[in-house]
């Protein structure tokens, strides 16, 4: 990426330098043309050799300040690698200065911890997706994210397999089928530790109960990957299964990967016609 991978900042036009300048008055600065990383080294050569320079300094203090100075690096590195990952995903409608400025330094203040290259794209999507459209991701989120790791981040990615759309963006997953799910990669037991993290309520109990969403209209348009099915439900209940993401969930499934799922589209079909709810692919 170089050594500074806002470089190329101009190619994302006036939304990303917009987006840039607001971070920027948030959190101090972000970039500069002439490389503030370049700039850094030679501010922190400059402590140190004045530092040095001091008899009274004693070697833990010299220890001091470089650890501090290499932790702030490291730091500046993690922001700037999500902000680059964040630019191309700027939606041509994007407002990013309309991102509050507290929400910006809340975001940052867990993201200069984050080196894993997979977490920060996961904190890029954020970052854009705010940006996109303001309050998409709440304060109790963000907060969340401090002790969200990699492995529960790569647990929660397959719920998202399980997702259909547009009319409704949440798992179908239904426990008196466990078999299809953990054949798949997800456990039960992993939907339990979902459970106590916060991000879903999973009703354990089995069978066709769970939790349902109460439609406004009988006929409901459900997407799968290519495949769009047309639901026929009299009841106006439809059957979620046993899965419910909480607000939390809801919000961080928006910016989760996910996979089409092998047979998954015959699954739904069948269980929706167990459901009653006479589906039709069109």
């Not at 987006?19 to 500069?32: F, M, W």
């Not at 419910?244 to 998954?264: A, Y």
Request: aromatic share 10%; proline share 3%; with cysteine.
């Amino acid at each position: 990426m170089g050594d500074n991978p806002l470089i190329n900042i101009g190619d994302f036009g006036k939304l990303g330098d917009t987006l840039i300048k607001k971070i920027s008055g948030a959190i101090g600065v972000l970039y500069e043309p002439t490389n503030i990383r370049r700039t850094a080294k030679a501010n922190a050569k400059a402590a140190v050799i004045e530092a040095n320079s001091q008899i009274e300094v004693t070697d833990l203090q010299r220890r001091a300040v470089n650890r501090f100075l290499q932790e702030e690096a490291q730091n500046q590195t993690n922001i700037e690698n999500v902000v680059t990952k964040a630019l191309p995903m700027l939606d041509d409608e994007a407002e990013p200065d309309a991102v509050e400025s507290d929400w910006i330094r809340n975001f940052f203040d867990k993201t200069k911890l984050v080196s894993d290259s997979e977490m920060q794209s996961l904190y890029a999507r954020i970052l854009a997706g705010e940006a996109n459209k303001q309050g998409s991701f709440s304060k109790k989120t963000l907060n969340f994210l401090a002790s969200f790791d990699k492995k529960d981040a790569e647990k929660f990615s397959l719920i998202k397999n399980f997702c259909a759309s547009p009319q409704m963006n949440i798992p179908l997953i239904y426990k008196d089928k466990n078999d299809f799910y953990r054949n798949n990669g997800l456990a039960f037991s992993d939907l339990k530790e979902l459970d106590s993290l916060g991000l879903i309520n999973f009703d354990s109990v089995g069978g066709f109960g769970g939790f349902s969403l109460f439609l406004q209209n009988t006929n409901v348009e459900l997407h799968y990957c290519d495949t769009i099915f047309v639901l026929s439900i009299d009841s106006k209940e439809f059957n979620l299964g046993h899965v419910l993401p909480t607000e939390i969930g809801r919000e961080l499934l928006m910016v989760s990967n996910s996979k089409p799922i092998q047979g998954f589209v015959e699954f739904l079909e069948e269980r929706f016609t167990e459901l009653g709810y006479d589906p039709k692919r069109v």
